[in-house]
């Protein structure tokens, strides 16, 4: 269902309770805004959101949705919040300029960027100095430098860099040390030491390691301790301590920690206290509280919740606030607050926002006008 351009203000009050402060009076700075981008595939667009807790609202952000490429398939946000990447199966990134006051999207001169081959997924680096492409098909990952001025991507001397079969998803650890891929094709993660100055990867010595079967999403603990990934194959989460010297991983006792069904995306909240795993097959999101010394996932009471149809990403927003699914089938995000003790969503279903058709990747942004 397409998005109205019009501004539409959707409200949420029993979701979005309790607002935050506009400053005290006289403060003349302005409050943080908050911006979610859906990548649509089907519908080769970006939507775009304002979610206003004081104003128990979302609204759509002016210009959206912004026109991409032929199936844009995965989204990533620079964290400094200046530009927004969408990697297309048109074999390009298109690159977005983020404006500082409304969270609007501008394409910038020189976008979309070509790539070599068709993407499986893109990421920036915490530093935002450089972007990190999978391609599936070549068996690759693709480094950019990012060049700050425009936001376009120049691919750095050495790159592409070999991982194993169909890799899906590249994850940096939040020191950006280290990077991390899933292959699904062979069953495993390819590790690898970041060069801080080039962006270019060195396979760790004794990688890649051993998954469940077709190993898809990654997350990489927020603390830096723990990374996980969903395996569509096998219904299950494996789970690695990472080496905080060498960048290598151990797999857990507990790993892996079975789901009763087929997985896709994996996300946990910015502080490291709770993970979530969206149910492809059953539209359900999975809540679990995450042990700080294990990695272990135990699952939080009133957990899964039901969303939308064939949910494939998620997001949280940088305060850990709130959690956006992209429901693909259902072109739409569900929308639930996280109880900041328990980690539990909010609402039987959540609120609902629809997108552009066929919802692949969503992403957000807090942006200081």
Known sequence: MKARRAVLVIALAALLGGGCSSGTPGDETPPAKT????????SASISGFFLSPSLNSMSILPGAPYTTDLQP????????????YAATLSCTVNVYRISSTAGSLTQVAGSPVPLASYPSGITVDPGGKFAYVSEDSAG???????DRATGLLTEIEGSPFA???????????PSGK????????????????????????????????????????LAVDPGGKFVYTTNIGTY????????ATTGALAET???????????????????????????????????????????????????????????????IEPEGKYIFVANSDSSSLSIFSIDASSGALSGALGATVSTGSGPFAVATVRIQP
């Open 140 to 146: 690759c990952v693709a480094v950019y430098a990012i």
């Open 253 to 315: 006792l507990d790993s892996p920690i079975a789901v009763d069904s087929q997985i896709l995306g994996i996300v946990l909240e910015p502080e490291g206290k709770f993970a979530y795993v969206a149910d492809w097959l059953r539209g359900f999101v999975y809540a679990y509280t995450v042990d700080r010394a294990t990695g272990f996932l135990a699952p939080i009471n009133g957990s899964p919740y039901q969303v939308g149809s064939l949910p494939r990403a998620m997001a």
């Open 236 to 243: 299950d989460v494996s789970l690695y301590f990472v080496n």
């Open 35 to 42: 911006c979610v981008y859906a990548a649509n595939r089907d």
């Open 178 to 217: 280290f990077a991390y891929v899933s292959n699904g094709g062979n069953d495993t993660i390819s590790a690898y030491a970041v060069d801080a100055a080039t962006g270019a990867l060195t396979h760790i010595a004794d990688s890649p390691y051993t998954t469940g079967n077709y190993p898809v999403w």
């Open 163 to 173: 991982t194993g079969i169909f890799p899906s998803c590249v994850a940096l650890h």
């Open 73 to 84: 398939i995965s989204i990533a946000v620079d964290p400094l919040g200046q530009y927004v």
